[in-house]
């Protein structure tokens, strides 16, 4: 997306400009986000799909593309190691920000048969990423780096979990996750979003997602772009805006997509799409990103040469495992309770806090 649309223009742009251009791109990465949840949870209903399965492939898949794209260009332009910072970044973001925002909002259904599936295949790719890692850090010390054999391993097994998600969604008992009239409460109606889609065709409503999905990652570039060049003006360093506003970026489509479905209704789809987008940043992101280079875990040229094996790393396996630990206990819920946010949002809030202080990028004067 930088190579389509790059930095240069924003730059160059006036301040009222950029807050001009941030309005539109808000305006339009919500009415984008509108038209992909209309479509994907229109298409899980005319297919008999349970809308939690189309969140973990389809919607995860798009929503993932800019975490893809920005990493894959990175390796090819030889900044190969953004790509597994940004990878690792986004799991955390998308399980503790994301899943703990929509956790705040309302109590989320637990569809078990998607999360003895899908949920386990989310935290092995999580430890398999931090095996490799940490295992070819102790081989090869300081110069270790994921190469492109790594790259196509995880290409192969995102093909292998594409394949076997199509298989279970033909498996999944008929009927939505458990849910009790208290949590439907302060949503949404849903019949008359049934009631659009009962009037759409199936290649209407895959249209309206593609749609919806291109407006998402369109306008989510020119949200990063214009916030990117205003926080630098505003003298906030780079570090921190690369930490924060860069990682959060390219997770945004999760967020808004994420939001969006709580709002309407369709809670299923933020569950899946941060189940399928945490497996989809290591199978895909980190995956194409090896294959197209050589992605070095000891990044030279920081502060703290090793923080992604010491802060970034660590932090994405106990929010995994926390997010597990929420998983078994709604083995007698039913459902995700709205406290479990706070966790997951404290989380992520002392990652932020401690990736500022361990790479020295608070200000001196």
Not at 264 to 290: P, Q, T, W, Y
């Amino acid at each position: 997306m930088e190579h389509l649309i790059p930095d240069a223009p924003f730059v160059a742009m006036p301040a009222i400009m950029l807050v001009m251009i941030l309005a539109a791109g808000i305006y339009f990465l919500i009415k984008g986000a509108d038209w992909l949840v209309e479509g994907a949870s229109g298409i899980a209903l005319r297919m008999g799909i349970s809308k939690i399965v189309i969140g973990a492939t389809v919607v995860s898949l798009g929503t993932t593309s800019p975490e893809a794209a920005v990493s894959v260009m990175a390796a090819f332009s030889g900044n190969a190691g953004l790509a597994l910072g940004n990878a690792v970044g986004s799991i955390i973001a998308d399980t503790g920000l994301i899943f703990g925002i929509g956790c705040l909002m309302a109590t989320l259904p637990a569809d078990r048969f998607v999360l003895s599936r899908q949920g386990w295949v989310q935290r092995g790719s999580g430890v398999l990423l931090a095996a490799m890692c940490y295992g070819v850090w102790l081989i090869a010390g300081d110069d270790a780096a994921l190469g492109r054999p790594v790259g196509f391993v995880l290409l192969a097994l995102l093909a292998a979990y594409m394949y076997f998600s199509v298989r279970w969604s033909r498996e999944h008992p008929e009927g939505e996750p458990f849910q009790t009239p208290d949590d439907m409460a302060g949503t949404a109606p849903m019949t008359g979003s049934i009631d659009v889609h009962a009037l759409r065709s199936l290649p209407m409503l895959i249209g309206l997602g593609l749609v919806g999905l291109v407006l998402v990652l369109l306008s989510s570039r020119f949200v990063i772009g214009s916030v990117t060049v205003l926080a630098d003006r505003a003298g906030v360093p780079q570090v921190v805006v690369a930490s924060t506003i860069v990682a959060l970026g390219t997770s945004l489509p999760e967020l808004v997509v994420g939001i969006t479905a709580v709002l309407k209704g369709h809670r299923e789809l933020l569950v899946g799409n941060v189940i399928g987008a945490d497996v989809l940043n290591v199978l895909f992101v980190v995956g194409a990103s090896a294959a197209a280079a050589n992605l070095p875990i000891i990044d030279h040229k920081a502060t703290n040469p090793h923080i992604f094996l010491m802060l970034q790393l660590p932090t994405m396996l106990v929010i995994l495992v926390l997010f597990r630990v929420f998983i078994f206990q709604t083995r007698r819920t039913g459902e995700f309770r709205r406290w479990m946010g706070v966790p997951l949002l404290a989380i992520y809030a002392l990652f932020l806090l401690l990736n500022v202080l361990m790479s020295g990028s608070l200000p001196t004067h």
